[in-house]
């Protein structure tokens, strides 16, 4: 069997040249988001200098709204909420209420540390809102949409244990050891017991009544097909109602502007997981 090229499957700078210039189109629509949307930007969940969130808002929000939560991606080494900020506007558009945390990054911190930062920011969303969310996340984000909802609540006082009901991963990834063979790791420091550790899909799967929706593009690496298949797979097994969509002719990162697309079947499901989390 041949041997797997891991740097050449989780590459998505170099397997999509023309991402540099999707990120700056992204750059001019959240720069649009921030300054037209009601916002409460630059908000503390925690003591570190990366721990803030930006809040978006429809017009007409109250204490029912729904609430979204979006976590970036970039291999927890990159990234920040404003470049994200764009993912909002159609959501808002819908009614939902938008949070988008940034977090520290690798080497300062370790994927098992980032990990419990957005448990600790889900944690102040529900004392401030008062309401479970749908988790969203892209890539890394993705991981940690998936890490939150595998997380036991029912240890953590003073919330619910079903704290993150319902979760929209896109082109995540959920085994880490891969990482450890490629570009990415110069940064995350990973053995393969902390990999192994990091990684959701050889966690406890969530209790039967959680729900995971995976999504990966069509035109991605065969090892992202891989992940998101393979977390579905074995969670679905375990009860969990897991489902894993495939969007035709995505790559890693065109997948993202289903999220600009008003009309588009990402933000129609994840607007329904919102409200049916907002019910809970």
């Not at 570009?183 to 990684?199: F, I, K, V």
């Not at 799967?205 to 298949?229: H, I, K, M, T």
Request: overall charge negative.
């Amino acid at each position: 069997m041949a041997r797997i090229n891991y740097e050449a499957e989780y590459n998505n700078r170099a397997r999509v040249p023309e991402s540099v210039d999707i990120k700056l189109r992204w750059n001019s629509a959240s720069m649009a988001a921030r300054q037209t949307l009601r916002c409460a930007l630059d908000q503390s969940y925690g003591d570190g200098l990366r721990q803030r969130f930006d809040l978006f808002l429809p017009d007409d929000g109250d204490e029912s709204t729904p609430h979204v939560i979006y976590i970036h991606g970039g291999y927890w080494q990159r990234g920040d909420r404003k470049d994200y900020s764009f993912i909002a506007t159609e959501l808002v558009a819908r009614g939902m209420a938008v949070s988008i945390p940034s977090y520290t990054l690798c080497p300062q911190a370790s994927v098992v540390q980032i990990i419990e930062e957005l448990r600790g920011f889900v944690q102040q969303a529900w004392r401030w809102l008062g309401r479970r969310a749908v988790v969203v996340g892209h890539s890394a984000g993705g991981h940690l949409a998936a890490a939150l909802l595998a997380t036991d609540w029912s240890r953590v006082p003073d919330v619910p244990a079903d704290l993150v009901p319902v979760a929209y991963a896109i082109s995540g990834i959920y085994d880490l050891a891969p990482l450890i063979h490629t570009s990415n790791d110069d940064a995350l420091r990973l053995s393969e017991d902390t990999a192994r550790a990091a990684s959701p899909l050889f966690w406890k799967p969530p209790p039967p009544e959680r729900v995971l929706v995976a999504a990966v593009g069509g035109a991605e690496s065969q090892e992202f097909l891989r992940q998101s298949l393979e977390l579905v797979s074995r969670w679905a097994e375990a009860g969990v109602k897991a489902e894993c969509v495939v969007v035709p002719g995505k790559n890693h990162f065109t997948i993202l502007d289903e999220l600009a697309r008003g009309e588009s079947a990402m933000v129609a499901r994840i607007v329904e997981l919102a409200r049916r989390a907002a019910d809970l």
